[in-house]
């Protein structure tokens, strides 16, 4: 059976990317990562997530990329800001954390002999983050294929991002229908230990509007 290792936080895009992963008869292996995060409620909805699709293995891996600052999602100092409507890229964004996340995802990728790794990341409805634009993940893949014996070997592990060009309405509507119960997901950047959001920030934000758009009820608890 074909394996892959899924990138899984805990929220609404990364159990889309879970779920289409099984669909595709895919031997799954779940990895996330405690880095430091104030939303530490996604780390219990990844558990929860890979019981449910009762993956082969679900590693959590401690790193401290949040000690180094620079992020809201990482400092109690700075506030985390409400949704925004510019261009700008939000003080949300943790500098390299996905480049880290895909580094160590690879790693074990090839370990296990993996055939592919799969990141929810889109390129329309998001916050703006550099390292979630199609760019990005073809500079990685390329990158994936110099620096590894599978890529050197001509079997290189294949980055599948299924989300890419979807924006959250037509993700939810993809989990939907398969049978993906969002319930158990968690998106908030600021979410309480029992998993309720704020309703206020950006991530919040894209989740309403998401379900709005793909006319189905949104079943996350806000606080």
């Known amino acids: 059976m074909k394996k892959a290792v899924i990138l899984l936080s805990g929220g609404l895009d990364s159990a889309t990317c879970l779920a289409q992963a099984v669909h595709e008869g895919y031997q799954c292996y779940a ?23 009762q993956v082969s293995s679900h590693k959590t891996v401690a790193l401290s990329i949040g000690e180094l600052g620079g992020s809201a999602l990482t400092d109690h100092k ?22 880290t996340f895909l580094s160590i995802a690879l790693g074990w990728a090839e370990i296990l002999t993996a055939d592919a790794i799969f990141i929810g990341v889109s390129a329309v409805d998001y916050s703006g983050y550099p390292d979630c634009r199609p760019e990005y993940i073809q500079a990685f893949q390329t990158m994936a294929n110099l620096a590894t014996r599978t890529g050197i ?26 049978q993906l119960d969002y319930r158990h997901t968690v998106s908030c950047y600021q979410a309480t230990h029992a998993g309720h959001a704020c309703g206020l920030c950006d991530s919040c934000f894209l989740r309403k509007k998401g379900f709005e758009e793909a006319l189905l009820p949104d079943p996350t608890c806000y606080a």
Request: aromatic share 6%; glycine share 4%.
């Open 153 to 178: 070997e001509g079997t290189p592990i294949k980055i599948v991002t299924p989300l890419i060009n979807l924006n959250k309405a037509q993700t939810i509507q993809l989990g939907h229908s398969l």
């Open 78 to 99: 700075q506030t985390i800001p409400e949704a925004q409507s510019d261009d700008t890229i939000p003080s949300t964004y943790v500098p390299a954390r996905n480049t």
């Open 31 to 53: 990895i996330s990562f405690d880095y430091g995060q104030r939303h530490r409620a996604e780390l219990d909805a990844a558990k929860r997530i890979a019981q449910h699709f």
